[in-house]
């Protein structure tokens, strides 16, 4: 079965920064585009960043661009975000996400997704 595993949530002061991993078993990973959403409490889920399968091509939420980076070890299996310059707005649960069943990269129609991870940006 198909299990993606987030990691690295934390509560952070703004202006830090902070490392999201997303292991991912049960489907073959390097065939896979995936992406991060996140959530905060009572808002929509948000389209954060988008990876292709071989990393070549990558795309940003407006609200992440400049700061947050996306990028995927497809020998490890395993998706990163690194966040920088972390600002209150970007307190929310983060999930990673995989196999799109198509449209916007940004929609949260993906057929796979992980548990979710805190970040929690205090001012």
């Known amino acids: 079965q198909v299990a993606l595993l987030e990691s690295g949530g934390d509560s952070v002061q703004a202006g830090g920064s902070l490392r999201l991993s997303c292991t991912v078993s049960?489907?073959?990973?390097?065939?896979?585009?995936m992406a991060w959403f996140r959530q905060a409490p009572g808002k929509e889920r948000e389209g954060v960043a988008y990876?292709?399968?071989?990393?070549?091509?990558?795309r940003y939420g407006d609200s992440v661009r400049g700061r947050f980076t996306i990028s995927r070890d497809n020998a490890k299996n395993t998706m990163y975000l690194q966040m920088n310059t972390l600002k209150p707005e970007d307190t929310a649960m983060y999930y990673c996400?995989?196999?799109?069943?198509?449209?916007?990269?940004?929609?949260?129609?993906?057929?796979?997704w992980g548990q979710g991870t805190q970040v929690t940006v205090s001012s």
């Open positions: 996400a995989a196999d799109s069943t198509g449209g916007s990269w940004s929609q949260p129609d993906y057929n796979y």
């Open positions: 049960g489907l073959t990973f390097a065939n896979y585009p």
């Open positions: 990876i292709s399968w071989s990393g070549s091509m990558t």
